[in-house]
């Protein structure tokens, strides 16, 4: 059985590596892209087949994950979303989000 919807904060002072946080996910065995999401942008409740984890490059994303509540992931936080996990995302604020999006089977 998949282990639960999990968000990990990021603790270090300083700002997240771009480099550093996609080599991470390669070696934890995902598939990594990045993804930049506009001001308003808003994806209705969806699902993935694979398992994703979300790393926030910069500004912030809102996450509903059903069964699992409501998060805000800013720069350097990541999350660990198990496959089917049904969840809707939006851009908070007045800045783009970027981040990477890793992706296994």
């Keep these: 059985m998949p282990s639960a919807y999990r968000v990990e904060k990021w603790a270090s002072?300083?700002?997240?590596?771009?480099?550093?946080?996609?080599?991470?996910?390669?070696?934890d065995g995902y598939s990594v892209f990045q993804w930049t999401d506009q001001p308003g942008a808003e994806y209705d409740s969806h699902h993935h087949d694979d398992e994703q984890s979300h790393w926030i490059m910069s500004g912030m994303l809102e996450l509903t994950v059903d069964g699992a509540g409501v998060f805000i992931l800013e720069a350097g936080d990541r999350d660990f979303m198990p496959a089917g996990t049904k969840h809707t995302a939006r851009v908070v604020g007045a800045e783009p989000v970027t981040y990477l999006i890793g992706a296994k089977r």
Excluded at 13 to 27: I, M, Q
Aim: hydrophobic share 25%; net charge positive.
């Design 13 to 27: 002072s300083s700002s997240p590596d771009p480099d550093a946080l996609r080599r991470r996910l390669s070696v």
